[in-house]
Every structure is written in C-alpha cells, then in structure tokens.
C-alpha cells in the first residue's frame, strides 16, 4: 500500500502547470494509479493481450499493431455511438464542469477537469478522424497518438469514477462517464486494465460474484447473518438459496454478503423479508448485484449482467429484487433491459404484501429494495420504532449513479426519515444531482489508490465535516455496496467521528418484529440508546 | 500563444478584404464569390455533420438524471430535469436550448485552508452565453431587412424595439451594444480565468475575435463611415435571387465586415460552433429517462459468452450437493457427472 500522508500534509496544489496540456508525459507516482490486471484474471475473464507488466514500467508490451487496434476500435466506436460522435465534436471548452470534478478538486491536476479528461481523447480524434485536424493539426487540437497518450489515457481514465456530475452542468450534456467508458473499452482492447476491476470480472464469472464467493461459503455468510439476527432480537430468519418456484429473487452486492458495514445491511434485508413473509430466494449463481463489466467494455456488462435474467427464468421467478447499490442500479436501470431482455418471461411486480403494482419497473421487472420498502412504510405495513436509532444524528449521501443515472432522491429519504429521528442535509451543492462521489466509485476502491481516493473523495468528506460542526452529525447513510465501504475509509480519514450505514441497516434496528425479545443492541452489537447502562453492568 | 494565433488570422482577413478591395478592386469577386461559396459551405458543411452524427445509432438510453425520478403517486417527480415521456423531453430540451438550462445550475468552488470547500453563486457564463445568442438573433432578424422588400412587419418591429433608447442618427441598437459586451466579456473570462485559458485552443479564440471583429466593422458600417445602405440592399438582394451585379460605390469597411460574416458562415459547420446542432442529438439530453418502463432496442446488439447456470453447477457441484443447496444434477454413482445440455 502507498504511503499516505496525513490529512494536514495532503498537499492541495492548483497551479497549472508551464506546459500545455498536449504534452502527455504521466509522472506515475505511487498512490495515484492502480496495480495492472494479472494476465491469470485477464485470461480468466477471455479479455486480450494477457502478460506481467506494471504502469510504473518504461515498456507496456502492447502488441506491435496497437495503434491500428486502437484506431480500428475508435472507427468501430464511432460507429456505434452517437454519444462519442457528438462528444467529440461539440465541446465549446466553455469550463463549467472545470470544477466540478472531485478529483480536480481534490488533486488540482488540470487533467482532472472533464474537459481536459475529454480532449485527451478528443485530440486523438481530430487528428485521425477529422479533416481541421489532419491538415492543420495541434492548431486544430489534433494530437499525435503515442505509448505517452496511451499511458495518459491509462492514468486519466483510471482517475475518473463515472460519477456524471460533470454531466448535470455541461451545457450540451457531454458525458465524462461516458467517454471514459469507451476509453476503457479502447484500453482493454490492449490488455490494459486495473487488476481491481479484472480480478472482480473474472471472479464474477466463474463464481458468480466480485469477491469469489463459492456457493457453500455464500450460504454459510447468509446463514451466520442469521445467526447474529437471532442473537440480537431472538428471531430466527430462513433465508432460501437457487429455490425453484420462489416469488421473487433477491440480487444485491456480493459485498452486502461479506464486508462489514455491507453485512448489517444484509442483516437488514433478511429480517424485513421474514418480518413480511416474503416468498423470495437468493442465488449463489447470481450472486453479485453490483457489475465490475460496467467498468471494461458494454460487452462485459452485457456478460455479467446476463446472469440475472437468466437465473430468474430458471428457476421461475415472478419479478426481481435488488439491493442497495449504486453502479448496479444504473447498470439495471439504463442497461440491464436492452442487453439481456425482453424479461417477457416475468411479471410486472407487484408487492405481494401492499399489492402495490411497480408500474415504473414494467419492463425490467426489477424493483430497488428501497422502493420495495418505501411503499410498505407508506402503506403502514411495518411496526417501526425509530426511537432505537436516536444515538445517530443521520445524514444522507446521494449515491452517484442511482442520482444521475436514475434519479433516486425521494424514495431513501422517505425511508431514513421513517426509521431515524434525527436527519440533517448536507449543503444543496453536495446532494442530490449535485452529490459528490466518494472518489473510489467506477473500481477504484483499491488500496494502492489511496491516495488519489482521499483526494477524490474530499469534497464529500467536506459536506460532511460542515453538517457534522453545525449539527453535531455522526452518521452518514447510504445505498451502496462501494459507498458503504469507501465512505467508512474517507471518514477514517477526513472525518473520524462519523460512521458509514446502509439505510437497511438503520431499517432493521427500527424494526419491530412479531415475537422479538426485548432489544438492547442494535445489529453492529453495540448498545441501543438508554440501554448503555445495563450494558455496564454486565461487564 | 493560442490567443495569437487567432488574432493574426482575424487581422489576415481584415487585410484580405482590404488590399482585395483597395488594391486589386475584386469587388464582384467579395461581394458575389464569398458569400455564395461561404453559404454552400455551410449548408453542405451543415448537413454533412449532422447526416454523420445521425448515422451513428442510440444504442442505450443514458439521460443524465437531474431531478426524481418516476415511482409512486404519492412522490412528487421532476418532469424537466428527469423526463419519463416524449413529451416530457420536449419540454426538457426546450429548456435547454432556449435557456441554458444545465448552465444555469452552474457554481464555483472556492477552496479555503483547512481544506474547506465553499460553491459560489456563478451565474455570469450563464448571463453571458444567454447575451451572446439572443443579441446575436435580434441582429440576425435585423439583417433581414436587407434581404427582404417589403420589409415583413416583425422585421420592423424588431428594428424598432432594438433601438427604442434613441441616442443621436441612427439610433443605437440595444442588440449591438450588449453583443458587444457578451463577445468582450467571453474572451476576456477565456483569457483571465487560469484554467479557462489552459484549456482553450485556437478554435475557442478564432471565433471570438471573429465575431468582435464582425461586431466592430458592423457598427462602424452603420455609426461612422455611414455606407450606402440602399446600395448593400440592392446587393442583398439581388444575391438572394440570384441575379446580383457588384455595387459601385459602398466604403471598404462594408466588404471587410462581410467576408468576416462569410468566413463565420463558412467556418461555422467544420468547428465547435456545431453545437449549436448538436444539443438536440445529445443522448443525455433528449432521451426519456424511462428504460424501465419500456424496453430500448440496441440496434447493433450481439450475443456474448456467458458462463451459464449449467458449467456454474457443473464446476461446484460437490460443495453444492455438500452444503445442502439444490442442484439440476445429481452426481452419478461412481461416474462423473452429466448435466443434460438438451433443452427441453
């Protein structure tokens, strides 16, 4: 792991540089970039050009015709994307995403302004596809395609979450997300990828999951869950596994299964499920909501994604289920139906307890656990008792991708403020389609990165600083599997006093279940409010 | 250096049309040529840019997502900035297109020690950009009166309003004024601002200077050297029915000032200056954020490998069957196991 320094030596320095931004030299310094994919994963996901090479080498070993492949996948691209054609071409630089960036802000690396994230692209562009740019050159903002460009585009777009924020304020719509995708489709196409997203790939293929999970050892997890469930409110949860004839399958990050704070969150789910009754199977198979593919190539999304569907039509499920995640729900949302439907072969959801038909869902048959949830709030299906989650003054992060990718904003909320009593927004600028990303989104959540992480992530770390001094904030939500483990770093970080949760966690401790035993600890083990006196005098 | 660059070139033209004149005396030559080879250029150049852009399909539906989204009754959605319908989007790109909407949202981050980030009230590219178009459509539609006889009534009208503050013969127009202001306003933010000038290339200058230098000559044609405006009509429209002959007597400044607009006209499709045209085909924008609801269909899709249920269970079969989890297939007595691969 790369040497840190302490949040007070975190250099933040924004002079530009003397040179021009065409010059593509990359200093690989150590924290800033991400280990490269190990040829075994590259294999093992069917990706090219597999071979033992570091970033910080001077030789790539790309293959001898990569610039062939690179302009040959351009062309294809192109081809196939409005939103590269239109994003080559109608930038004005006008600079308004300049600073919206956490990762300019953060680094004050001019490189990390969208728009420069762009024209390394672009540049490359004019120069191969456009007559300005083939004629008059660098005095068009054409640039010469060299190993420096590709080892900059490595770097740049590895250096860049897909967050969208950029997006909301460009003028013409132009989407960094979007084009960092293609350049990473570009770069795989040299076997040039990070080894935290290949090794997730290809754990998600042959496994089922990011995290390589073996079916036994998923039951196993769940199953332990439950036992913490038991010894928390002495009800016992049956949770199904790949049971044929279930009524809905139940699809959310791996992460959820096997990472703290991700396992409260789990432990959340299963006791809402058993509280309604819920006829509803998990899959070791499918087991992994959240889509490292979405971070390759559209194919691989497209191959990983698959999986769903295909689970749910086995084992003849009515609708799907999917938990709390960021990147999964724009993959389900944006994706998941043009890939891998029509799902012709489901129903439409509806909520088995509320009745509630999901009309928003008709097509992808698939529900977000927290719309599942808000409805039965709504609906004064759950006996809540909020009271248990008052030692938490909450805040609330917008999670990138279900915010620009979808526009998810009421719904958590509503649910938060039904379970928790005390709820503080972070400043307008910070939330909602403005949210600010944790800055380890899009595969970036390694540890080698972590320098660059902390940067990224200050902006939010930031807005939770001034609601934690004006409000006395020491909880921060949220409905993602990344979020729930990268914002629990930054706050280490940044902001010690303040601790991550998922919003079905915070569910669970308010819940009140049929034949619970009095409760004295929330699912983290540690003592509910006015129970920390019986807690003393245990020990 | 950028900045140079471009200046020198605006300065070329200005010398071009003025030795042309001046020297040479190709007065049909500027005043017929120019405009009508400027004018295919920008039609083909147009067309040829938006035919390219719209070959290229719409394989998935990725609005940017800037408000709720569609779900309960009971939820109040935000049909602008996330659209559910067609409708909706028209609504959404109107916005847009005639007021800058996703511009509007735009802030500055201040960074203090600490660190400690502050976003500031920014409005001013939003104000400027805003200036910059509108002043330039009222002095588009102005310019109608030259190629049209009668004038048409909105036209006049136009005319007008624009120049309602009366200062001296002619009347100022407010639209040349504040596109004067905007085009300063926007170059100089372009070359103050550190990160703005760091980013902007020769093509963000040129049109700029170009359009300060169309301005400059415009008024000067009209405030001072006071050009033969009955004849530039009669040249007006003579080009717009084909049927032109070279005017006698109109000053230099007039011939300068139009092959800087046909050099706009021209230059117009092969630069940035296309986004004009390509807002409306931006995927983040004019897409209904509703994929859920109904299904979008990728033109070019294709089948990929994928690592179905069936090699799943064949490779964890034992540790399934073991930790009590439900398999297809049970393991054979004594033999390996066969997963039936015939549908049925």
């Known amino acids: 792991m790369a040497k840190l320094p302490k949040p007070s030596e975190l250099a933040l320095d924004y002079t530009l540089p003397k040179k021009g931004w065409m010059d593509a030299a990359v200093d690989f310094r150590p924290g800033t970039w991400s280990h490269a994919a190990r040829a075994k994963n590259l294999e093992a996901a069917g990706l090219p050009n597999a071979r033992q090479w570091s970033p910080a080498d001077s030789d790539w070993k790309l293959p001898s015709n990569w610039k062939q492949i690179i302009f040959e996948g351009m062309r294809e691209r192109l081809e196939k994307f409005r939103s590269l054609r239109i994003f080559m071409d109608i930038c004005v630089r006008c600079g308004a995403c300049a600073d919206k960036c956490h990762f300019y802000l953060g680094s004050g690396d001019p490189k990390n302004m969208p728009v420069l994230r762009s024209e390394l692209l672009r540049s490359i562009y004019r120069g191969e596809f456009t007559l300005a740019g083939k004629i008059m050159g660098s005095i068009a903002g054409a640039r010469e395609l060299t190993e420096n460009v590709i080892k900059e585009w490595f770097y740049y777009f590895f250096q860049c979450t897909e967050c969208r924020r950029c997006s909301v304020f460009c003028p013409f719509g132009i989407d960094t997300a979007e084009i960092t995708m293609i350049g990473r489709e570009l770069l795989n196409l040299l076997g040039l990828n990070i080894d935290w997203i290949a090794g997730s790939v290809a754990n998600c293929r042959h496994t089922g999951n990011h995290l390589g999970i073996q079916p036994h050892a998923f039951k196993n997890m769940i199953e332990f869950l439950a036992d913490e469930i038991e010894a928390v409110s002495g009800v016992r949860v049956q949770p199904t596994f790949n049971r044929k004839g279930a009524e809905i399958l139940f699809i959310t990050p791996s992460g959820d299964a096997f990472a703290d704070p991700g396992t409260y969150t789990m432990m959340g789910y299963l006791m809402l499920f058993h509280e309604m009754g819920l006829d509803y199977t998990f899959s070791t198979y499918a087991s992994e909501g959240g889509n490292f593919g979405m971070f390759t190539s559209h194919e691989m999304m497209k191959r990983l994604n698959a999986k769903m569907y295909a689970e749910a039509g086995r084992l003849g499920v009515k609708w799907l289920l999917g938990g709390e995640c960021g990147h999964m729900w724009r993959a389900v949302n944006q994706y998941m139906d043009t890939m891998n439907g029509p799902a012709d072969f489901l129903e439409v959801p509806k909520s088995p307890v509320t009745g509630t038909i999901f009309d928003n869902a008709a097509s992808t048959k698939m529900v977000h656990i927290v719309e599942f949830t808000a409805d039965l709030i709504r609906n004064g299906k759950l006996k809540l008792d909020p009271a248990r989650n008052d030692n938490l003054v909450m805040t609330y992060h917008d999670s990138c991708n279900t915010s620009r990718g979808m526009g998810f904003f009421e719904e958590p909320r509503y649910v938060i403020k039904s379970v928790c009593n005390k709820f503080h927004e972070m400043p307008p600028e910070t939330i909602r389609e403005q949210t600010f990303c944790c800055g380890s989104g899009s595969g970036l959540n390694n540890d080698e990165f972590i320098e660059m992480r902390m940067r990224g992530g200050l902006p939010r770390a930031n807005a939770v600083r001034h609601v934690e001094e004006r409000h006395g904030v020491n909880a921060l939500s949220c409905i993602c599997a990344i979020d729930r483990s990268a914002l629990t770093t930054l706050m280490d970080y940044w902001v010690p006093d303040v601790t991550v949760y998922g919003v079905h966690e915070l569910v669970g401790n308010a819940l009140v279940m049929k034949g619970e035993s009095e409760r004295t600890s929330d699912l983290r083990g540690d003592p509910l409010p006015g129970m920390e006196a019986s807690e003393d005098e245990n020990i | ?344």
């Open chain 2, 1 to 344: 250096m950028n900045f140079i660059m471009s200046l020198v070139a605006v300065l070329a033209l200005v010398l071009t049309a003025f030795l042309g004149i001046e020297a040479a005396g190709l007065r049909t030559f500027f005043s017929m040529a120019v405009p009508y080879v400027a004018f295919t250029l920008f039609i083909a150049g147009t067309v040829y840019r938006v035919l390219a852009w719209a070959s290229s399909p719409v394989p998935f539906r990725i609005p940017t997502t800037a408000g709720q989204q569609k779900t309960f009754p009971w939820i109040k959605r935000n049909r602008f900035d996330n659209p559910a319908n067609k409708k909706e989007v028209l609504g959404r790109m109107i916005l847009e297109v005639l007021l800058f909407r996703s511009l509007f949202r735009n802030t500055k981050a201040e960074i203090e020690k600490g660190p400690k980030l502050y976003y500031q009230w920014e409005k001013w590219l939003w104000v400027g950009g805003l200036a910059l178009h509108y002043s330039f459509l009222v002095i588009l539609l102005r310019h109608l009166r030259f190629f049209t006889e009668p004038v048409p009534f909105f036209v006049q009208a136009l005319g007008g309003m624009d120049s309602f503050l009366q200062v001296g013969l002619p009347g100022i127009y407010i639209s040349d004024s504040v596109f004067m202001l905007a085009v300063i306003y926007l170059l100089v933010r372009r070359l103050i601002i550190p990160t703005v000038r760091y980013i902007s290339l020769p093509g963000d200058y040129f049109p700029l200077i170009l359009m300060l230098a169309i301005g400059v000559t415009g008024i000067l044609t009209r405030y001072f050297t006071r050009v033969d405006l009955l004849k530039v009509k009669q040249l007006a429209l003579g080009l717009a029915k084909f049927q032109s002959s070279a005017p006698e007597q109109v000053g230099t400044i007039f011939y300068i000032h139009l092959l800087l607009v046909c050099t706009l006209i021209a230059y117009f499709p092969f630069s940035k200056l296309m986004h004009a045209g390509g807002i409306f085909l931006s995927p983040t924008r004019n897409l209904p954020n509703d994929s859920r609801i109904r299904r979008h269909v990728n033109p070019w899709d294709y089948p990929v490998e994928v690592q179905t249920y069936a090699e799943y269970e064949e490779r964890f079969r034992e540790k399934m069957i073991e930790a009590g989890l439900p398999v297809a297939k049970e393991i054979a007595a004594g033999g390996p196991a066969v997963y039936p691969l015939t549908k049925k």
